[in-house]
């Protein structure tokens, strides 16, 4: 079963635009004498920093939490009022567990040790700046967020997973991690492997599932595609179809053919002719003048 602990967004509520995402070459640890520009200057890592006693995510941002010695002492004296406030202030960044030692200390970023291994990138859509609670959603997947910095080029500012561990095939893995994240898999990582005991688990199918979607999504473009030459020489075409009252049903589906050409020939759609019939002539006409057109 794969290793997120966020809950499984609906396939359905994914968005498409990671569908075409591919893996990018990119050298996260240039040899000093390079000249090429590491970290943290070129990169770094979006964490969710956790408490290093704990090894729970601290406070996203300020919140109040329950003090635990304020029900210790009211378990003890329930008809007296304890001389401790009820709620402890945690400011953002701090340990918010109140089991823990650490409680309410600020928790060193750099402690939350996570970092690119392999000298690949997949870039995400821009739709926003993903952030700490993005990056929660990893959670035991082996791929962090990571933001591109100055003298990057198109790459600046610009957002990308990273792969933080290695092995065999990580297919499962990257799919899932755009879903976390709220996308559609990537087509080229789709294919996942049936190895380790994959697929097991309502997370594995979860990821079957956005495979599928995937599929339909690339099947859908790949149909529009393949229409596409009948739809410029319908929609930008030097003849244009005219017909008379008989006609109109036709004249208006073919609106476009022709459209802003009308100095060209024209073609009278006979009424003993179907929609399709007189779709399909008025291509065969265009194609031949754009054959002729030199």
């Not at 244009?240 to 609106?255: C, F, M, N, P, Q």
Request: hydrophobic residues 35%; contains cysteine; proline residues 9%.
């Amino acid at each position: 079963m794969a290793s997120g602990t966020t809950p499984l967004t609906p396939v359905s509520e994914l968005w498409v635009s990671a569908t075409e995402v591919t893996s990018t070459q990119y050298d996260w640890y240039p040899e000093p004498d390079s000249g090429a520009v590491g970290w943290p200057e070129a990169w770094d890592v979006v964490r969710a920093v956790k408490c290093p006693s704990c090894r729970k995510f601290v406070a996203e941002e300020d919140e109040e939490v329950e003090n635990p010695e304020w029900q210790q002492l009211k378990d003890q004296a329930p008809d007296e009022e304890p001389d401790v406030e009820e709620f402890v202030e945690v400011e953002a960044g701090a340990c918010a567990n109140p089991e823990c030692d650490r409680f309410t200390e600020e928790a060193d970023p750099s402690d939350t040790e996570v970092a690119p291994m392999m000298n690949y990138y997949y870039k995400l859509p821009n739709h926003h700046t993903f952030g700490p609670s993005d990056a929660r959603k990893l959670e035991g997947l082996p791929l962090c967020i990571v933001t591109f910095g100055r003298g990057q080029g198109a790459l600046e500012d610009e957002q990308a997973l990273a792969l933080t561990g290695g092995g065999m095939d990580l297919s499962w893995e990257i799919c899932e991690a755009f879903m976390r994240l709220g996308f559609l898999p990537p087509a080229a990582f789709a294919r996942v492997p049936a190895m380790a005991g994959k697929p097991r688990g309502p997370v594995d199918l979860w990821v079957l599932e956005g495979v599928e979607r995937t599929g339909e999504v690339i099947r859908t473009q790949g149909e529009r595609l393949i229409a596409f030459p009948d739809e410029m020489l319908t929609s930008a075409p030097r003849y244009r179809v005219i017909g008379d009252s008989d006609a109109r049903a036709k004249e208006s589906t073919l609106y476009g053919v022709g459209h802003g050409a009308y100095d060209k020939p024209e073609w009278t759609v006979p009424p003993t002719l179907t929609q399709d019939e007189a779709r399909a002539k008025a291509i065969e006409l265009n194609r031949e003048y754009a054959e002729q057109d030199q």
